[in-house]
Structure formats: C-alpha cells, structure tokens
C-alpha cells in the first residue's frame, strides 16, 4: 500500500512570496490533515477534512494560507503572501474511515524556508 | 495550546539500554498515542492505548497509561541506533477522537 505523497520536499523562497504544497493522502482515506511543524516543536493542526469539507481549521491563519481538497483525494495548501515565521515543515495525514479513524499516517512533508 | 508534554527533552542511551519517555497531559482523553519522528521525516503511528487500558504492549514498546495522574509513559527495551529518533505522545482534544495535539516531542539518541 503506497504511503501518503507529499511534494515538493524542500523549497526556499523569499517573504512576500508565494508556495504551493501537495498532498496525496492513502487510497480510501476519507480525512486528510495539514500540520505545521517548526523546529524544536510538536506538528500543530492547520486543517482538517473529511472528505473535500473542512472539518476543523480554526488554526488556520485565514489571511494568509489557504487550503482546498477539491475531489475529496489530494489537496493543496498555499501560502500568500508567505512571512519568515512561516519557515516549518508542512505535514500532511490521512487516517481510514471507521474505528481506525483515530491512527494518523504522516507523509514525508515539504521543509520550508523563507528568506 | 499544548495538551501533552514529553520528558526529558532529551536522552541519550547505549544500545541495549532501556529508554523510558513520559508524557503528562491536562484533560480527561479517551486515548493516547506515540508516535516516533525519525531526523527530517514524517511521523510514523507506534501505539495507541485507550483510556480504559493501563498497559498494552508492540514488539519491544510498552505503554502505560495513569488516568488519575495524567500520565503515559513508553518504555523501548532494547534498544537499537535505528531507535534513534524524536518520540510524540499526542492526545484528542476534548469533543474530538480525532484532532490530535502533539507535544514537543522527546529525542532519543542510541549509541552504537
């Protein structure tokens, strides 16, 4: 069974700038998260779907990052105008339907940095 | 805000030692889980116990889990360079099975 696909893995941009990341979560997987993780720290929930609804994003700073999950399989998360507090690593996740729900499966992540 | 805290920050072992992590939470849960962060990768899930558990056990981890103290614990025996890592104990928020909150993690260093 293929994992979660996440690219890119590395990008370096300069602040002001915008970046796309994506995600392709495990086949039959209904839930589809974004994580942020900054160095030294835990990942921290940015959005949550079930499906191509969002669930949960009450972390997300609306102003700046936007996340859709269209066809209710991969799903993009932007950043515009990026800032240098932005600089993390971008997780995503997706658990099965059912009473496995609660295990989450991480892809590899994207490693942000902005200049 | 973070819900689970891991300690120590930091470990560092010889192979073969037991490595013992503990994670203190503030909520009641309804489950706990670990996972482990190997350097520059994603999370990969090692243990989920619930909270009418105390004990549960995966190849050579085990978890324990005090409701009345808010605590977990994971214990690896034997451990190996390849148990190199950072551990996260994450915990549901309170209404929800399912948005995790994950602590800042213990890294584990193993020694050949």
């Known amino acids: 069974e293929a994992g979660v696909a996440q690219s890119p893995r590395y990008k370096i941009i300069e602040k002001r700038q915008s970046v796309a990341f994506w995600c392709n979560p495990i086949s039959g997987h209904a839930t589809l998260y974004w994580y942020q993780q900054i160095l030294g720290q835990g990942p921290k929930l940015l959005i949550q779907f079930q499906n191509n609804g969002v669930v949960d994003d009450s972390q997300l700073p609306k102003d700046r990052f936007s996340a859709e999950r269209l066809k209710g399989v991969d799903s993009t998360l932007k950043i515009q105008p990026a800032k240098l507090e932005d600089s993390a690593v971008y997780l995503c996740a997706s658990s099965p339907p059912g009473r496995n729900q609660e295990t989450q499966y991480f892809g590899p992540g994207t490693r942000l940095l902005v200049l | 805000s973070q819900q689970g805290e891991e300690d120590p920050q930091a470990l560092s072992i010889q192979e073969g030692e037991n490595a013992t992590m503990n994670c203190s939470y503030k909520?009641?849960?309804?489950?706990l889980q670990w996972y482990r962060q190997n350097s520059g990768r994603g999370l990969v899930h090692l243990i989920l116990i619930r909270s009418n558990e105390r004990e549960k056990h995966s190849g050579r981890l085990r978890v324990t889990l005090d409701t009345s103290k808010k605590s977990s614990s994971l214990l690896i025996t034997a451990s190996r360079a390849a148990d190199t890592a950072s551990y996260f104990c994450?915990?549901?928020?309170?209404?929800?099975?399912?948005?995790?909150?994950f602590g800042k993690g213990t890294l584990l260093t193993v020694n050949p």
């Open positions: 994450a915990t549901p928020e309170r209404g929800s099975n399912y948005k995790l909150t």
């Open positions: 909520t009641s849960i309804n489950n």
